[in-house]
């Protein structure tokens, strides 16, 4: 099956090597993106918008003739969410690493960074309370400030019906829980959505470098058998 790669922001398609080459070996067809402007710190990123870089996953989904698997991380899992919505019906499964997927009416790293006004939406005072979420905020912010220009616009509800499954690496399953009880930015999508897998995977910024075995597991266990979605974990009540 073909598994779309997306790494988060500051990362290139050679972050994904290790996770690329296991998924290879288990018989599927891994596909790692650099996102324009991404190949360097240095790179140009002038006129780089968050929908170029939407967009370019939408592209190499349509590249692919079959339906696809699509994993983002961190930052990037916004984008990944954005791309859900324009090829519901090409998407089999998505996989949040170390994000999760931003809601219609938000900026697409609303609760991690700040937006192009210079503020954030729906999190600040929830921020002062929550030092998990505070934390995380700091590490996403230093990474996006060039894809914050514009919100989410996602208008087809079949996006709901996409499985998807978050892999919680600096936050806990437990922190999500509470961020979508809370119905604050990052978690408002989640409980919209019709089928959700948490998944604990503690380590540092870049799992797919830290724990490429354990991280290619989980992508494994959510690529779909015979049209029906495999988790390794129970899907959790939002």
Request: proline share 7%; net charge negative.
């Amino acid at each position: 099956m073909d598994v779309i790669l997306v790494p988060g922001l500051w990362l290139d398609a050679s972050s994904w090597q290790d996770v690329a080459e296991r998924l290879e070996t288990a018989g599927h067809t891994p596909h790692a993106l650099t996102l324009r402007g991404l190949d360097s710190r240095s790179a140009d990123r002038r006129g780089s918008m968050m929908a170029d870089h939407v967009a370019e996953i939408v592209s190499a989904i349509d590249r692919c003739h079959g339906p696809v698997v699509l994993v983002g991380h961190a930052e990037s899992c916004g984008l990944v969410h954005a791309a859900v919505n324009r090829r519901p019906d090409r998407v089999a499964h998505a996989v949040h690493i170390g994000g999760l997927p931003s809601a219609d009416g938000t900026h697409v790293l609303s609760g991690f960074a700040v937006d192009a006004r210079g503020t954030t939406t729906h999190t600040a005072g929830y921020r002062a309370v929550d030092q998990t979420l505070a934390s995380l905020h700091r590490r996403m912010t230093e990474n996006s400030s060039h894809v914050l220009d514009q919100v989410q616009r996602l208008t087809d509800p079949r996006r709901f019906a996409v499985p998807v499954t978050i892999v919680a690496t600096e936050f806990t399953t437990e922190d999500v829980r509470r961020w979508a009880a809370a119905d604050i930015d990052p978690a408002r999508e989640l409980p919209h959505l019709h089928h959700v897998t948490l998944v604990d995977l503690p380590c540092g910024r870049w799992p797919q470098m830290e724990r490429p075995a354990d991280l290619t597991r989980i992508v494994l266990d959510a690529l779909p058998v015979n049209g029906t979605p495999m988790v390794g974990a129970e899907p959790a009540p939002m």
